[in-house]
């Protein structure tokens, strides 16, 4: 109940309709409380003196206390809405706003399928015990509490049936919960699994019907749909044991009432219209408990989204601002002073081991290597997207552990390995560098990303519209338009991750030759082709997360066999140790 208790602290701006829907649903039961009570005056007294007065006043007032009943129910609809609904979506912002501040270490604790499910199923399992668990949850226990005072006001002795029954009722509860609890959980991981299995289909579609897979993706997806349905069918198989066990329990407590009243009034102990109204309250005891074990049911599958959702919570944050941290990045200066770097603690090896690097401002720095030797990984800890094991690295002079990461990742531009458009126009993607960037400074930057080439001939220009994750360009034309993004940012450091791979050599020479005039950027270009980087300052190679060798392109032409070898693989069409 504990994760059950976190979840709700979050009702902060809603706690006021929460509490006035709780005291609608009293003030309804009580209202519904009433009118056996007059029921039973109408019998025992207007119908057995045939007193037509004395029957149209009770029944006035059994009118009125209906209506009343009916109008607090609708104003605990009304609150109750306004609750679960504003609660759902104030919970959903917090998990996602919780998200935004995750490294890319805590999104490798959870799938993003299951985070997806976290946010809309779980949540919505929540609003769903607010808006159908509050009326239960409140009605039941006042309607049994009420309703067995009031009916041991009317018979004591009568009354001792239902006293032996709760017990049993207790029992059934105990065990069907028992059973039930553990099988949630499952159920949701199971929606987890076949989350997974649409977004992985729908995202790769393309490879799957280039590969001709679609009867394997149906087949996956068929198992993980039924693993779902087998758990949901077992789940709900004892979940609805509860109805029948106790209707069998309730109908026999009614049945002996009805034996045992009989006799009272055979004997004289009880008039017609009480066992009447007595009956009413069974009912209604009944009722209540019954709501009673719907809302226990109801709470253990809360239980379970609830503990998914407060995992989203308690995820730690790997990295995080320092007490005071710098908010001015000077220069565009890196250095790598003896960085060690793995991925897991526990990890036996190292990634990145003894990089000791010196990049001056405004350098131009090409980065090379096979792949796996960790290209990625090094400009990685540049912003901070992870932190060094060991080791430090500095921005203009300064450890980036002591920078805001806003200020920091604000002034380091990268242009990813994997292109990210979203929907929507081409301006407001390249907004995304900058919100404030007018027309002119935006074709300044797709004019030195080359990007404008192709922008003039769409006939909407910049207005022209993209579809998700811009399928309707090529992979150039988006690793273009992801350059000019970046550029509009104007970074103090700018970082191409083998960005130009898509883009043709021609382009590409264009290319550098208009980054090359912005002399007050450091650039770091991660490159497969030589051609990318051979009129850098200085070219890194990286061998297996070792720095293997550092210099200009005819110094390591002169000297270092494995640039030799990728040069002459490349350039000249063949090597045999780093000779052609």
């Known amino acids: 109940m504990h994760d059950l208790k976190r979840i709700f602290s979050h009702l902060g701006p809603f706690r006021r309709e929460f509490i006035l829907s709780i005291l609608f649903i009293i003030a309804e039961t009580g209202f519904e409380l009433v009118i056996p009570l007059i029921m039973a005056d109408i019998i025992d007294v207007g119908v057995a003196n045939r007193n037509i007065h004395y029957i149209l006043i009770k029944g006035m007032q059994m009118g009125i206390c209906a209506v009343l009943s009916l109008i607090t129910g609708l104003f605990y609809a ?309 932190d060094a094991s060991g080791g430090r690295v500095l921005v203009g002079g300064s450890d980036v552990r002591s920078y805001s990461l806003c200020a920091l990742r604000d002034a380091v531009g990268i242009v990813l390995q994997k292109n990210v458009l979203f929907s929507g126009t081409i301006r407001e993607n390249l907004q995304w560098g900058n919100p404030d960037a007018s027309d002119t400074e935006i074709w300044n930057a797709c004019h030195t990303a080359c990007a404008d080439e192709f922008i003039r001939h769409f006939p909407d220009g910049l207005d022209t519209r993209l579809e998700q994750g811009g399928i309707n360009l090529s992979g150039g034309q988006k690793q273009r338009l992801c350059i000019a993004r970046t550029l509009l940012k104007h970074p103090k450091i700018l970082i191409f991750d083998d960005s130009t791979s898509a883009v043709d050599t021609a382009t590409e020479e264009k290319m550098r030759r208009r980054l090359s005039a912005l002399s007050s950027m450091t650039k770091l270009v991660i490159a497969q082709r030589v051609t990318s980087v051979m009129h850098a300052d200085k070219i890194l190679i990286l061998d297996d997360g070792h720095l293997h060798a550092l210099g200009t392109h005819e110094s390591l032409l002169a000297s270092c066999p494995v640039y030799q070898e990728i040069y002459d693989s490349q350039m000249r069409g063949g090597t045999t140790n780093g000779n052609a």
């Open 78 to 386: 009304k609150f109750a809405a306004k609750a679960a609904l504003g609660f759902g979506a104030f919970v959903r912002e917090q998990e996602f706003a919780r998200i935004q501040t995750y490294s890319f270490s805590n999104l490798d604790h959870f799938a993003t399928s299951s985070l997806i499910t976290r946010m809309t199923t779980d949540i919505t399992v929540i609003q769903n015990a607010i808006t159908g668990g509050i009326r239960p949850m409140v009605r039941g226990p006042v309607m049994l509490i009420l309703g067995l005072f009031l009916a041991f006001l009317m018979n004591a002795k009568l009354s001792l049936v239902f006293l032996a029954c709760i017990p049993v009722l207790g029992v059934i509860l105990f065990f069907i919960v028992r059973k039930v609890a553990p099988l949630y959980g499952r159920l949701q991981i199971c929606m987890d699994r076949v989350n997974a299995a649409i977004q992985e289909n729908l995202t790769a579609i393309r490879a799957v019907k280039a590969f001709v897979r679609e009867e394997y993706e149906e087949e996956f997806f068929e198992k993980a749909n039924h693993s779902l349905a087998d758990t949901s069918r077992t789940t709900f198989h004892f979940a609805v044991l509860n109805l029948p066990a106790f209707q069998a329990t309730m109908y026999t407590a009614i049945v002996l009432i009805l034996w045992f009243g009989g006799n009272f009034i055979r004997t004289g102990q009880m008039q017609v219209g009480q066992l009447t109204g007595f009956l009413s309250y069974v009912l209604q005891i009944v009722n209540s408990l019954m709501l009673i074990s719907n809302v226990f049911l109801m709470l253990t599958r809360s239980l379970a989204s609830a503990r998914r959702i407060n995992q989203v919570f308690d995820e730690c944050p790997d990295l995080s601002d320092p007490k005071d941290p710098v908010t001015e990045i000077s220069d565009g200066r890196i250095d790598f002073e003896h960085v060690y770097f793995k991925y897991k603690r526990d990890a036996q090896q190292y990634t990145l081991s003894d990089i000791d690097l010196h990049i001056r401002s405004g350098e131009t720095v090409g980065i090379i290597g096979g792949t796996g030797s960790s290209k990625t990984t090094l400009v990685q800890l540049i912003p901070r997207l992870y």
